[in-house]
């Protein structure tokens, strides 16, 4: 994990330029470099995660290129060596650095070569071109905006664009490349191009050795890595195939609020189960409100569940970042958007179901993954999301959708079944969900609500009347709003809006977006 930022002119001095991209050292507390080429500036700050060593250092230059990546790409090890028998040469042992041979070879055809979390920002000297791209689910940050002098800057993160871009700022869009001054798509991953299907039983075997090779793969590090465990199907899965794999005790950690946290035991269970070094962090209400702005501007949103979910999650890393050498965290993020919420429970169709899908897949990367991206990296660890895996994406969303939604009485079906035969516990793969938010303890969403029910009195309809975009609807979302505006003026539309379930089905009218609201919560709440 690691921070870029590029500017593709020659009219911001470096010290403008990196006065802004200091911003983001959380990113890359390790070492920082400046590249000036003849077409602009490429800028990084580095967290040593592959091939530590000083050759590991970005921008890498080579063949009448620079480059500067976030990510990391996958099996890069066999790409490498075909593309050294091609001719190419290496200087470290870091898998960023096959990006140049790549361009050099494929072009813009080198997307299909990539499985991986990436974004980055390459300057071609021998055609003066930029070239930027993101990973199809938007795993890896990026955003952009244009200088008052019409040209363009990326940077890994929204504040540090601030004091250059005249305005609108907006996250690069997943799955693109920006060359030649145009943004093109080349994977929609959403959208699968063919109906997959394979019956149950294939399908319980395609899921489980995926995601089983998801995970594996984002073992791979040159430094400590550790895992989130909420107690939840989902984070619980990721810890028990990697224990499994590795076949030593991993480092589990989990959150929950003194008062009434849900989660700890059930993260407990799983842990004795799979053998953990568990790690238990307890916060209190006060702690929760006093990170709630610091928590708005790491994340730079205003909505709703992103910033409730988000609290724990950010000092739960506080604390692991803390008390620990760790630089790698796998979370659970992006199975609920593949298998279904709570709230698709209420899918009137199959093809409602997979159509809700295809949108929160889309945007993913303005909620659940920015929400992971943004509370690990802010305290200088890298998050990897095995339900992110490309290929476990796109086996999942080619399903036959009558497959996927939940006629069998049981949300997450297909997961579920996948995982029978003690890899967890039989309570833990059966457990429903608990919105995250909730399950850290029912008292902090309560809290929050009491914080905004004393900063407004009955105008607070009326202050909400001075937002265009994404009006605030309740006490909380305008004081989370106001929060946000103090930080980022001007930029709500970076947020495609307030996350909330699809509220045209039958049972998911309902004006809160925390799915303890839906009449199908049951027993997530214990």
């Given amino acids: 994990m690691c921070a870029i930022m590029g500017y593709t002119a020659n009219d911001f001095s470096r010290e403008q330029l990196e006065k802004a991209f200091v911003s983001l050292k959380h990113r890359g507390p390790d070492s920082s470099r400046t590249l000036q080429t003849a077409g602009g500036t490429l800028l990084f700050h580095r967290l040593s995660i592959m091939g530590p060593g000083q050759t590991g250092m970005q921008p890498f230059t080579g063949y009448g290129c620079a480059v500067a990546c976030n990510g990391e790409l996958y099996g890069f090890r066999k790409k490498k060596s075909e593309l050294e028998a091609r001719g190419y040469r290496f200087q470290s042992k870091s898998d960023c650095e096959i990006l140049i041979p790549l361009w050099r070879e494929y072009g813009t055809g080198m997307f299909r070569y990539l499985d991986a979390e990436f974004a980055f920002i390459l300057y071609d000297s021998r055609q003066n071109t930029w070239l930027a791209a993101r990973d199809p689910i938007g795993i890896r940050p990026l955003y952009y905006g244009y200088s ?61 050795s995926k995601l089983t090779a998801a995970v594996e793969k984002r073992l791979d590090a040159d430094v400590p890595v550790g895992f989130l465990l909420s107690g939840g199907l989902d984070s619980s899965l990721v810890c028990a195939i990697a224990a499994k794999s590795l076949g030593r005790p991993i480092e589990t950690y989990a959150i929950g609020m003194q008062a009434d946290a849900i989660d700890l035991k ?95 897949i889309r945007q993913l990367h303005m909620y659940d993954v920015l929400r992971a991206d943004r509370c690990i990296a802010a305290h200088s660890m890298e998050a990897r999301v095995p339900f992110g895996d490309l290929e476990l994406v796109r086996y999942i969303m080619a399903l036959d959708p009558e497959k996927k939604r939940n006629v069998y009485g049981k949300g997450k079906y297909l997961l579920r079944q996948a995982f029978v035969g003690g890899l967890l516990p039989e309570s833990i793969r059966l457990r429903e969900k608990a919105a995250f938010s909730d399950a850290v303890g029912h008292s902090l969403v309560e809290d929050l609500k009491a914080l905004a029910e004393q900063m407004y009195g009955n105008e607070w309809k009326t202050m909400t009347a001075q937002y265009d975009f994404a009006m605030p609807f309740t006490k909380e979302s305008l004081l989370y709003r106001q929060i946000f505006e103090k930080y980022y003026p001007g930029q709500a539309p970076m947020v495609a809006g307030f996350w909330m379930p699809n509220t045209s089905w039958q049972g998911c009218d309902v004006g809160d977006p925390s799915s303890r609201y839906l009449s199908n919560y049951g027993d997530s709440s214990r």
């Avoid at 997943?174 to 039983?201: S, T």
């Fill in 148 to 208: 008052p002098s019409g040209h363009i800057l990326f940077a890994s993160e929204p504040q540090a664009l601030l004091p250059l871009v005249q305005g609108q700022m907006m996250p690069f869009p997943p799955g693109h490349y920006y060359l030649d001054g145009k943004f093109h798509i080349y994977e929609d991953i959403a959208l699968p191009r063919d109906v997959c299907q394979d019956d149950l039983e294939t399908i319980f075997g395609k899921i489980r």
């Fill in 266 to 360: 059930y993260a407990r269970e799983v842990a004795r189960h799979i053998g953990s070094h568990h790690h238990e962090v307890y916060i209190t209400s006060r702690q929760a409100v006093d990170a709630l702005e610091t928590v708005i501007a790491t994340l730079g949103t205003y909505d709703i569940t992103t910033i409730r979910a988000s609290i724990g999650m950010y000092l739960l890393c506080q604390a692991i970042h803390q008390q620990s050498d760790i630089r790698v965290s796998l979370t659970g993020e992006v199975s609920d958007e593949l298998f279904g919420y709570k709230y698709t429970d209420f899918a009137p169709s199959a093809s409602a179901f997979q159509d809700e899908s295809e949108k929160r």
